[in-house]
């Protein structure tokens, strides 16, 4: 989920899909950015391959009337974790910089796929409650900048994105855990009661973790207009695109195909209930894919969730007519090639999608609480448990060497065993 702004300098490193880990040991300093009346444990981030867990990390305090303030359960480990580590600063303020909604600067604990329960909130707070459990939208936008300094919102301080109402778009976006604030790889976090859901009785803590990256496909299934019974085409088995398959299934899909060349990530998206197809044994890829919906000639709508030249192109060549290809991937900021002409002659569509709303975690909790989305379905995702102090040595290790194996890693801050 990068924005346009910090999308280039993402893509300017390439990163090493294999790289030796360098493990950071290191003990974090009290030298914090933030001001805090008590320690607590945390994953800091300072810079590129330097992670540090702390015993020491600064507890957020409730500051504002909007502030809630919640107990971590669980947190997801998503690839852009991955990448920061690898690769950044990449949303995180570089080189003593501060962060343009917040003003914040590292070192900063990272995390924002975060499940939990409320254990403080400001005077203003009415939609939840001390001890409720809670999932947290974790983007940080215009209406946040206010917030942080602590004036009134006035509509000149708004971008035009966020004046549109597109708050997932801001021109200074960013996300709670990459530089807006403190994140969920740490024991508490702080952020403003509009962030904040209630989970229903009926989703377990642990799987509440998981409506953050599912937010991200449901949006995106939003954006292509998706009506219930239609087909759908979901290029890459990876965390989002098992993702999106699980939002297909809330919106009431039709057939779903996962075209995936990776096993194992087949294999996931076939106990998800999605045909799969492997790429890597057809020589007419679009073709073939098409044969598969005859009735329709092509998909009603198409999710990009591999980012590479050909899948785009091939979102937009296995549609039917006046289908919608939406690119959900994050990949190269450079020009690529495609046929212009297979969407003027047959009224398709292309577009794309970024982030989430808070409207989409509602409509996520919405669907699993009705079963739309199976919780032993969402469950699958969950291929591994670890501990906060193993996050880097393991969780992190496991993911960029294995990641084939693997889909969502969750760090506990549990009393609840952990399996790796």
Not at 67 to 82: M, P, Q, R, S
Not at 195 to 218: R, T
Not at 260 to 287: Q, S, T, W
Not at 321 to 348: C, H
Request: glycine fraction near 10%; charge should be neutral.
């Amino acid at each position: 989920m990068l924005t346009a702004a910090i999308r280039s300098t993402f893509l300017q490193a390439q990163p090493q899909l294999f790289p030796t880990l360098a493990i950071c040991g290191k003990i974090a300093s009290r030298q914090f950015s933030t001001t805090a009346l008590r320690p607590m444990r945390g994953l800091l981030y300072y810079g590129r391959k330097d992670v540090r867990y702390s015993e020491d990390a600064p507890e957020p305090m409730v500051k504002n009337d909007s502030d809630v303030k919640i107990k971590i359960a669980y947190c997801g480990i998503c690839g852009t974790d991955l990448h920061e580590y690898l690769d950044g600063p990449i949303f995180f303020p570089k080189n003593g910089a501060k962060d343009k909604i917040s003003g914040m600067k590292l070192p900063l604990v990272e995390g924002h796929e975060l499940s939990g329960t409320v254990v403080e909130v400001g005077n203003g707070v009415k939609n939840v409650k001390v001890g409720d459990r809670v999932v947290v939208e974790a983007s940080g936008h215009c209406s946040d900048k206010a917030r942080y300094k602590g004036s009134v919102k006035q509509v000149k301080e708004y971008c035009n994105s966020c004046k549109k109402g597109m708050p997932n778009i801001c021109r200074d976006m960013n996300f709670l855990g990459l530089g807006v604030a403190p994140g969920g790889f740490g024991e508490y976090i702080v952020y403003g009661a509009d962030h904040v859901l209630k989970v229903p009785s009926s989703i377990p803590i642990d799987v509440a973790a998981l409506v953050e990256p599912i937010s991200v496909a449901w949006h995106a299934v939003e954006n292509s207009n998706f009506k219930p019974g239609q087909t759908a085409l979901v290029l890459g088995g990876g965390p989002i695109g098992l993702a999106a398959i699980l939002a297909l299934k809330g919106h009431k899909a039709g057939k779903i195909v996962c075209s995936e060349p990776a096993k194992l990530r087949r294999d996931f998206a076939e106990k998800l209930g999605a045909e799969v197809f492997n790429p890597m044994e057809h020589k007419n890829i679009n073709a073939d894919l098409k044969a598969l919906v005859p009735e329709n000639e092509g998909f009603h709508a198409s999710f990009d969730c591999s980012g590479v030249p050909a899948t785009f192109a091939t979102s937009i060549e296995a549609l039917s007519s006046g289908g919608t290809a939406v690119n959900v991937a994050i990949w190269a900021d450079k020009p690529i090639q495609y046929r212009p002409m297979a969407l003027s002659f047959e009224e398709k569509h292309a577009t794309g999608s970024m982030g989430y709303l808070v409207k989409d975690f509602e409509d996520v909790l919405d669907a699993m609480d009705k079963g739309l989305i199976p919780i032993e379905s969402a469950r699958m995702l969950i291929t591994g448990k670890v501990p906060l102090a193993n996050t880097i040595d393991v969780a992190y290790k496991n993911l960029i060497e294995h990641k084939e194996s693997n889909v969502k890693i969750l760090v506990s801050l549990t009393d609840e065993p952990t399996d790796i």
